[in-house]
């Protein structure tokens, strides 16, 4: 069976259904269920918020305070834990709650988790699924809006994926989850009350596979996340012009899917990456550093970098729209690769 | 001011004219104070044995360092001895330990393989981490050690985790993370501390003061005056005891562990001792007394203390102490040979073990 579901549902099926099959999948963080300790919740065996954004509500009534650990405040001390909890054979499931609170929390990704395995010579494992959130859109100012996922793919040991619809969003969570590594589950706050088709089955998505999610003959586009419906539209929009666009959705940004990408570029010669992370060293350019290092004879033009501006994410809704790739962007910085393709 | 008349003056005093010995004194533990209704001898050769172990391993880690062929960093633990020993003689292989920068210790204290050990700081393919940790990453998980750890502080989280894991899986097994003076000023000591106490988690927090976080007083970065009271804020026992103590060290900590076990939640315990030698090898310790009260403090060694208490108390003769250390001298001498031997890690093992499969 399969229906449409919201992305956020989508997101709470799998880790129903992970808890369900793994009696050592454990989820932290902050209010993932709140109101601990409370007496009319602990009576009715009631959540309160079931995670600032709702997406783990239900979870502690099913499967109790024990699994659904509401933390303090403290994104060190819990992340940290978190890595305890994988070194010693749990498979913990830490949230994240903004991928700007990272700040707080990094030792325990990049001191720890990211490098027991390799220092202690393969006899670590670290099955550690670490859910956050990133993305302007909703106002949140600079403090709430990031988009960091490519900071955390720059670290060896460390695997991030980055679902833009609810069934990849469902199948790659089971599939980070069945990890025996560090991966960072990185979801767009922008994306949850998206909907789309879910199967209720328990499914897996290979984390490392890149999904063409459109086929097209003359210009690749490469995007991550949300910035996949950016992709679409700019490819519905050059298909008025006979412009042929193929549009791939990077699903896993470390490690990122090469063959799929340079097997399109090769059959393209045009390349643009639309990455809402602020430009400099992001995913982005390491996509155009490899591209062009791995397939730069069957280029026809430079590879266009389509990102957020080197600025924090403001606050004023119109200053916010226009710090988000969008399709008018995306088309003006790259025509000159695309101009000549339009008849 | 004389460095011999050096006093402990930070603003934050309750009497700013406390001395060293004062502040090596402040409401400690030591073994005249305690009972130890089970030092058996068996438990005694095998604490002393762990010291030795301990100090000849790190004098050869020492030489070996000042003679070119141990790369890197090695931050010696000689000094401290009785603290890991005496608190790991009450764990097994189940129980998790996790430790610091100043490692080596505690992971013989919990039974590392010296020769995988010795190995290990060489940078040799036989070392516990195939030469890829080295001296700041020496861990077995086998053995219960979740690794010595080169941020000063990160071992408290690894620990809470392993203790939350013990706890949901009602195992019965404790925790201790060992970590130093400096690593008490880390947000991560606060936040690990609460969340160990609102859980009530099967956890000791074994803390090494020696007095100085680098090159930089206890007295100057901590406000409180002992890092065991800090445990009130905590709602948890906190308790002081003389580090070079071995007898009193171990009968501190096996209450705390045995409470551990029997779910009756954290304690803090606050190791008073001194390091031998720099931060790191290479460190020329000019911010060490050279005379006063401090010289003497550094100058009592833990395995004589405990010899002293062994003979005294008709628990080991003289003889008996002598032969444990030669034995010492000779395993550790057979793990530096084992080293040597070791050939260079393959350049092909650069690769490896990055992820699991």
Known sequence: MSKDKLFMNAINEGLDQAMEKDENVILLGEDIAGGADVPHLEEANEDSWGGVMGITSGLMPKYGRERVVDTPLSEMGYMSSAVGMAATGLRPVPELMFNDFIGFAFDAILGQASKMRYMFGGKAKIPMTVRTMHGAGVNAAAQHSGSYYGMFASIPGVKVVVPATPYDAKGLLLSAIEEDNLVVYSEDKTLYSTKGEVPDDYYTIPIGEADVKRKGEHLTIVTIGKMLFVGLEVAERLEKDNVSVEVIDLRTVAPWDKDTVIESVKKTGRLIVIDEANPHNNTATDIASVISDRAFDFLDGPIKCICAPNTPVPFAPNLEQAYIPDADKVLKEADDIIFDLKS | ?357
């Open chain 2, 1 to 357: 001011m004389a460095k011999e008349e050096r006093k402990a003056m930070p603003k934050s005093m309750k009497n700013p004219e406390t001395s060293f010995k004062e502040l090596v004194d402040l409401d400690v533990k030591t073994s005249t104070e305690t009972k130890v209704e089970d030092l058996t001898k068996e438990k005694s050769i095998s604490m002393y044995k762990n010291m030795e172990n301990i100090r000849n391993f790190e004098e050869n880690a020492k030489r070996f360092f000042a003679a070119g062929e141990i790369p890197g960093f090695v931050h010696l633990y000689a000094g401290e001895e009785a603290i890991a020993s005496g608190v790991c003689a009450h764990l097994s292989d189940d129980d998790f330990i996790t430790s610091t920068h100043r490692g080596h210790g505690h992971c013989v204290a919990k039974g590392g393989d010296l020769n995988g050990m010795m190995a290990e700081i060489f940078g040799r393919s036989d070392g516990l981490g195939k030469g890829k940790g080295g001296s700041m990453h020496i861990a077995d998980i086998d053995k219960g050690i979740l690794g010595a750890n080169g941020m000063v502080g990160g071992g408290f989280g690894l620990a809470t985790g392993a203790a939350m894991r013990n706890q949901y899986k009602k195992n019965g097994k404790v925790v201790v993370c060992f970590f130093g003076d400096g690593a008490s000023n880390e947000g991560l000591f606060h936040e690990c501390l609460n969340m160990a106490s609102i859980w009530n988690l099967p956890i000791v927090f074994v803390n090494e003061n020696n007095f100085y976080a680098e090159a930089t007083p206890q007295w100057y970065a901590s406000a409180s005056n002992t890092i065991a009271e800090r445990a009130a804020a905590y709602d948890m026992p906190g308790v002081r005891v003389n580090g070079k103590d071995l007898v009193a060290v171990y009968d501190i900590a096996g209450e705390a562990i045995e409470r551990a076990r029997n779910g009756e939640g954290p304690t803090l315990i606050e190791c008073v001792t001194y390091r031998n030698y720099g931060h790191f090898e290479g460190d020329g310790q000019s911010y060490k007394a050279q005379s006063g009260e401090e010289k003497e403090w550094a100058e009592v060694d833990p395995l004589n203390v405990f010899r002293e208490y062994t003979i005294e108390n008709g628990i080991m003769t003289e003889k008996e102490l002598d032969e444990i250390r030669e034995q010492s001298k000779k395993d550790v001498e057979a793990a530096v040979s084992f080293a040597k031997e070791s050939p260079e890690p393959s350049l092909d093992s650069l690769y490896e073990d990055v992820f699991a499969d």
